[in-house]
């Protein structure tokens, strides 16, 4: 029998953010907009910061053999320039939780969250920004780089940069005028009446994009020379833009990816060892299907993770999914999801892109950012009230993925 199996040592698991489901972070400016009644207020989420054991033995039962997450910035390094040498503990405990059970971490350094003292001071438009997040960068893998081979600088830049300067749906709430016509993703309609609007946002939002290439270029630096054998990537959120065959929506996918992706991969991929991918949106140009949708509004399309799995590929760097998934209340579609997905991987591998690993979004239902927690991502169910957790159905399709190391149909 022909099996699709994966390679030997692949590792299978799935990820979590710090503020999306820890609880209890009150200094960052995602909290600090929920006061201002901007964004949804977060709370205790998950309250994982306080259960994460526990959901570690819900991963391992799944088979995961690895999990990423993130640091919150805030616990951290509470003021500038002084660390809180606690909130570094307790993440030396979840790395020794994990590895207790055999599953391999990777860290993720900033997850969207600020400190306060960062996001009142300019936050990466501060001309020092990319030395400020390049110490702490340095600090963190300095004490944790004893329990963890891997560490990623940043999550999604783009979508951070995109979803804060030119929608205006996150701090610090700046929109560009022209994003009504061109707004393609869901992350919190319902606040995008309140930014301020305009047309300068568009030249922030260039300069943050650049600030973010060189914060990232610099922390590569920094935690190279306090930890020279430690693993260093950088996230990248995908979006695949393709196009029928008129010609004028060809050049619109190829402006669109080279300004979404290439643009900034151009800028850092020398300072990455390996490159997170993360995938939920395909859109074709000129397209008159039909489409599926997911619980976001986003179109049913798992397989295409092998064109962007192609287009990270032409760097030539090893690639691991950091994530990719989709919201889906009721469980209905994703198992569908997670194996049609896996088999996109599969073939990517196949045609000669060297990925190393699958971590799907997310192990369990949190804070989905603007929309708060309305939206359902989990493989495993969180009843916020109680925080039950029950496993889905979905989770054991991919159980039996992970422990099987192969495609199934």
């Known amino acids: 029998m022909n099996e699709k199996t994966f390679p030997e040592g692949f590792y299978w698991g799935a990820a979590t953010a710090s503020y999306q489901v820890e609880g209890g ?15 949804p207020p977060c709370g205790r989420a998950c309250d994982h910061y306080h259960r994460y054991e526990a959901d570690f033995d819900i991963a391992k039962s799944l088979g995961h053999t690895a999990h990423r997450f993130s640091i919150e910035w805030a616990r951290v390094e509470p003021e500038e320039g002084k660390w809180n040498e606690d909130a570094i503990e307790h ?13 391999k971490p990777y860290v993720t350094l900033w997850h969207f969250t600020l400190p306060l003292w960062f996001s009142h001071t300019g936050a990466f438009e501060r001309s020092d920004a990319p030395e400020v997040f390049a110490r702490y960068c340095a600090y963190v893998v300095s004490k944790l780089g004893d329990l963890c081979e891997h560490f990623s600088t940043m999550n999604e830049a783009a979508v951070y940069a995109s979803n804060g300067y030119l929608r205006g749906s996150w701090p610090p709430f700046l929109r560009f005028t022209l994003t009504d016509k061109v707004a393609i993703t869901n992350s919190g309609r319902q606040y995008e009446a309140q930014p301020s609007r305009g047309f300068s946002p568009v030249r922030r939002y260039f300069f943050v994009m650049k600030q973010l290439a060189r914060a990232h270029n610099r922390a590569y630096d920094a935690i190279k020379r306090v930890s020279p054998q430690t693993e260093v990537s950088h996230v990248k959120h995908v979006i695949v833009f393709a196009a029928n065959r008129n010609p004028f929506n060809m050049l619109k996918a190829w402006v669109a990816n080279y300004f979404w992706t290439h643009r900034l991969m151009r800028r850092i991929h020398r300072h990455c060892d390996s490159i997170g991918l993360n995938y ?20 049913f399309a798992p397989e295409h993770i092998y064109d962007a799995l192609c287009m990270l590929g032409r760097y030539r760097k090893p690639l691991f999914v950091s994530e990719a998934g989709l919201a889906d209340e009721d469980d209905s579609d994703r198992a569908e999801y997670i194996t049609r997905q896996v088999a996109g991987v599969w073939r990517a591998i196949e045609d000669g892109v060297d990925v190393r690993g699958h971590l799907y979004w997310s192990l369990l239902d949190n804070y989905e950012w603007a929309l708060g927690f309305a939206k359902r991502f989990g493989l495993v169910e969180v009843k916020y009230d109680t925080l039950e957790r029950t ?10 993925i992970c422990e099987e190391n192969r495609v199934i149909e």
Not at 27 to 38: H, L, P
Not at 287 to 293: E, F, G, I, P
């Open 91 to 103: 993440y030396r405990d979840v790395l020794r939780a994990l590895h207790v059970r055999g599953i």
């Open 280 to 299: 939920y949106f395909y859109t074709q140009f000129g397209d008159k299907r039909q489409w599926k949708k997911t619980d976001m509004d986003w179109n």
């Open 391 to 400: 496993v889905r159905p979905s989770a054991y399709v991919y159980k039996k």
């Open 25 to 39: 972070i009150e200094n960052c400016d995602w909290a600090e907009a929920a006061r201002d009644g901007r964004v």
